[in-house]
């Protein structure tokens, strides 16, 4: 069975330090990868999303970046965090073959930049 | 108008009740309807998907579209205190409700 793993769960970082969070996903391949950030009380942004290693898409212009080197590995990263970064992180993936289009989430994880 | 729309709740009902949640949407090509539960300090849980209009039944979830009025909605039965969760439509990736908090008093 398929399943993700996304860590750590839990961070608090000062501002102005570097960030990498990390992303697994298991028996898949190829799988459409994406990163979330959900603050308090609002719905989930899309942070980034890949199809295959290597490509990246950004849908929101800001102080983080993504990269994916191997098939079902996927890394947020930040080489200076903002207080704005704060929030819940979530990694998610989905099947390209699969008709649904569901996303599968991780169980996330909480930054706190202070 | 944003592209997705959902009432942010809270929703507070007694146990038992018929629970109805609701997203509008404007973007006439969406085709996949998803709903999700996320418990607190937890990931998104897909609940249902539809495609296309109409309703959809697992248990005592119903999912329903009417593409014509560009709505959606959930209606859960005889809610239990464990459906209390923040629950969130979706459409695609990039298009997700800002969710609604359910509250099932005992």
């Known amino acids: 069975s398929q399943t993700i793993h996304q860590w750590p769960a839990t961070l608090v970082q000062p501002v102005g330090s570097p960030l990498s969070l990390e992303c697994t996903v298991e028996?898949?391949?190829?799988?459409?990868l994406y990163w979330y950030r959900q603050a308090a009380g609002r719905g989930l942004q899309l942070l980034f999303y890949?199809?295959?290693?290597?490509?990246i898409s950004s849908e929101v212009p800001q102080n983080l970046s993504a990269s994916r080197p191997q098939d079902r590995q996927f890394i947020l990263s930040s080489k200076k965090l903002l207080l704005s970064d704060s929030g819940f992180y979530l990694c998610?993936?989905?099947?390209?073959?699969?008709?649904?289009?569901?996303?599968?989430f991780g169980s996330g994880t909480r930054l706190t930049v202070v | 108008q944003k592209e997705v729309e959902q009432d942010p709740g809270p929703l507070s009902v007694p146990e038992g009740a018929i629970v109805s949640l609701n997203c509008t949407y404007s973007n006439s090509a969406f085709q996949y309807f998803m709903w999700y539960r996320q418990y607190s300090r937890k990931g998104p849980e897909l609940l249902m998907y539809?495609?296309?209009?109409g309703n959809k039944e697992d248990g005592r979830f119903t999912a329903q579209v009417d593409k014509s009025s560009k709505y959606i909605s959930l209606f859960i039965r005889d809610s239990q205190p464990s459906d209390s969760a923040t629950y969130l439509c979706a459409m695609s990736a990039a298009y997700f409700g800002s969710g609604t908090k359910l509250n099932v008093k005992p």
């Open positions: 890949s199809v295959g290693i290597g490509q």
């Open positions: 539809t495609y296309s209009s």
């Open positions: 998610a993936w989905n099947s390209r073959q699969q008709e649904t289009m569901s996303y599968t």
């Open positions: 028996g898949t391949s190829n799988p459409n």
